[in-house]
Structure formats: structure tokens, C-alpha cells
């Protein structure tokens, strides 16, 4: 039997699908917002703050195992449901919460590695949800998207500190904008431009002493859409560190409106 928590985004969904299809064994810590899993008669609808009854369920299964998939955001503390082990583990959450959303996670796979279940990462039953080292359109980057491709990624290396970012976009060899606690989608709009198309890069990539197990940088159709808008050329992605949703869907836009996918 293995547990899934899930959080928001498709890439639960995608997880779930392939887990059916192999007929195997699961059950779903549903923690997101609208409960979006709660048709499913393996499902159970839990706060964040009650780790004693998600502990209790994983182990009534025999979960041995976890994966985590979606994003969990943090939560208002203040009205949080806990139960007698999120009252013992709630500072410990708290502490991480001021470190970035995926601290967050982080620390769960702390506290159940405590209570002895393990954690397995989130592509393990969908690894061709990810991609390997290459270019994937038929548009390459010049030598101006070059420039901003180092720019990009060197400030992404350099980003200690900040280390919820995992985007940075970089136009005409400038550092536009850097991820912030909003997400990818709060970063592009801000680097939308009337005066500029088809110029600058959006460079993707797993934050510094990331657990590669979760929250990997994902990708999407709606990722290129909000690029495009943007008036960005390209995506750029770590190999095998990322989610890449809606592949076909991904390069056929890219393809249509001459963007580049590079994989380093």
C-alpha cells in the first residue's frame, strides 16, 4: 500500500492515473483546498495540522511509504485544525513555513521519517513526466538567448538565501524578475512588455539543498501560455529535475509560436 499526499496542481492527477492503470494498492491524504479527491473511495480528507490522524490512517494501511505530489501552501495557523501531534509537531511546521512552501513539506518528511515511513519521490511510478538533457523545439536559442540563459542561471545559483525561488527571467542579458513566494505565475506578469516579443528566457530549476523527492520545478501548457504572453522566447529546464505536464500540448505551442525547450 503506498500514501499519497496530494496537493494542488495536475500532477496528482497524472500520479493517480498511472497507480489505476498498474492496479496497485493506494490510499490519498487529501490536503488540497476544494478537497479535490474526495470522490475517490481511497481518499481521506485531513487538515495539515492533524498529523495524528494522518499517521494513524498511513499505519492502519500499512503505509510504509509515502510520495508527495502538488503543492502545499502554507496554512493560516491561526485556524488550523490540530489534533494532539499537530499540537507537539505545529513549532516545528511554523519554523519551516518562514523558509518557503516547501519547507513545509520538507519537515513532514522529517516528522514521518520519525514515525518510520519513508518517502519515495514523486516521479517514481511517472518518469516520463520528466525530461532529459536536449532541445525540444525546432526554434534553438541565438546567441542574445544564450546570454540570458547564463544570466538567468547563474543568479538562480547564486539565490542562497532566497530559497523558495526556482524561476528566474532574464531579458537582454538583465536579470527581469526572480521567483518570490507568488509562484511562476505572479513572476511572469510582471515581465510582461509591450515593447518586447519573442525575447528573453525563463530558466526553471530545483532550489538550492532541494529534496529532490518533492516539489520539483513543473511545467505546463499554462506555463507557455503565460510565457508567451510575457513576450518571453524560451523555457530552460534541469534534466531529469523537473515535471513537464502536457508534453505533446508543451512542444506543439512552443513549436507554433517559434519558443524554444532546452534541457542542461
Request: charged share 30%; proline share 2%; with cysteine.
Amino acid at each position: 500500500m503506498i500514501g499519497l499526499i496530494f496537493g494542488e496542481t495536475n500532477f496528482p492527477i497524472q500520479i493517480l492515473k498511472r497507480i489505476k492503470t498498474r492496479h496497485l494498492k493506494y490510499l490519498i491524504i487529501d490536503l488540497t483546498k476544494r478537497r479535490k479527491f474526495k470522490k475517490d473511495k481511497n481518499s481521506h480528507t485531513v487538515s495539515i495540522g492533524q498529523f495524528g490522524k494522518i499517521i494513524k490512517i498511513l499505519k492502519e494501511n500499512k503505509c510504509q511509504q509515502v510520495l508527495f505530489a502538488g503543492k502545499v501552501k502554507k496554512p493560516n495557523f491561526s485556524k488550523l485544525k490540530l489534533d494532539f501531534k499537530g499540537i507537539y509537531y505545529i513549532s516545528r511546521i511554523v519554523k519551516s513555513s518562514k523558509l518557503g512552501d516547501a519547507a513545509i513539506l520538507k519537515e513532514i518528511i522529517k516528522i514521518l521519517k520519525h514515525e518510520k515511513i519513508s518517502t519515495i519521490s514523486s516521479l517514481t511510478f511517472n518518469p516520463e513526466l520528466t525530461l532529459k538533457k536536449g532541445s525540444y523545439t525546432k526554434t534553438k536559442p541565438n546567441r542574445e538567448d544564450e546570454v540570458d540563459i547564463i544570466k538567468a542561471t547563474t543568479t538562480l545559483n547564486r539565490l542562497g538565501k532566497y530559497n523558495f525561488s526556482q524561476g528566474v527571467v532574464a531579458r537582454n542579458g538583465k536579470v527581469v524578475a526572480i521567483e518570490g513566494n507568488g509562484g511562476t505565475e505572479i513572476m511572469l506578469k510582471k515581465c510582461k512588455s509591450k515593447k518586447f516579443k519573442s525575447k528573453g528566457v525563463l530558466v526553471k530549476f530545483p532550489k538550492k539543498k532541494q529534496d529532490l523527492r518533492i516539489d520539483l520545478p513543473t511545467v505546463g501548457l499554462k506555463t507557455f501560455t503565460q510565457c508567451k504572453s510575457a513576450g518571453l522566447k524560451g523555457i530552460v529546464l534541469k534534466s531529469m529535475q523537473n515535471v513537464f505536464l502536457e508534453k505533446r500540448n508543451c512542444i506543439s505551442f512552443a513549436n507554433k509560436n517559434k519558443m524554444f525547450i532546452i534541457v542542461r
